[in-house]
Nanobody, 115 residues
Framework: QVQLVESGGGLVQAGGSLRLSCVAS????????MGWYRQAPGNQRELVAT???????IYADSVKGRFTINRDNAKNTVYLQMNSLKPEDTAVYYC?????????WGKGTLITVSS
């Protein structure tokens, strides 16, 4: 049974930093492309960043230069380092894993950025 468990969310002031972690189990982690998505109240879920099995990354324009995604295959973990946080980054952040049509989601972790 595949599980993705996010952690690291919380309340932070604008300009601050947080690091999210997503630990995967029940899957061959190194075979999966991993990603972070977010959903703010009233909005659709949107891509934040993805990382392929070979380490290639894609970022949403809104987070480029502020967020960094990386993965540690030995720890079955993907991270999202978030710097210079803005109130508009407030959302539930979800971990995602994709491989050959298999698509899995974590339950999400809430980030609240106060102004």
């Amino acid at each position: 049974q595949v599980q993705l468990v996010e952690s690291g969310g919380g309340l932070v002031q604008a300009g601050g930093s947080l690091r999210l972690s997503c630990v995967a189990s029940g899957m061959i982690f190194s075979s999966y492309a991993m990603g972070w998505y977010r959903q703010a109240p009233g909005n659709q879920r949107e891509l934040v960043a993805t990382i392929t099995t070979t380490g290639n990354t894609i970022y949403a324009d809104s987070v480029k230069g502020r967020f960094t995604i990386n993965r540690d295959n030995a720890k079955n973990t993907v991270y999202l380092q978030m710097n210079s946080l803005k109130p508009e980054d407030t959302a539930v952040y979800y971990c995602n894993a994709i491989f050959l049509g298999r698509n899995y989601w974590g339950k999400g972790t809430l980030i609240t950025v106060s102004s």
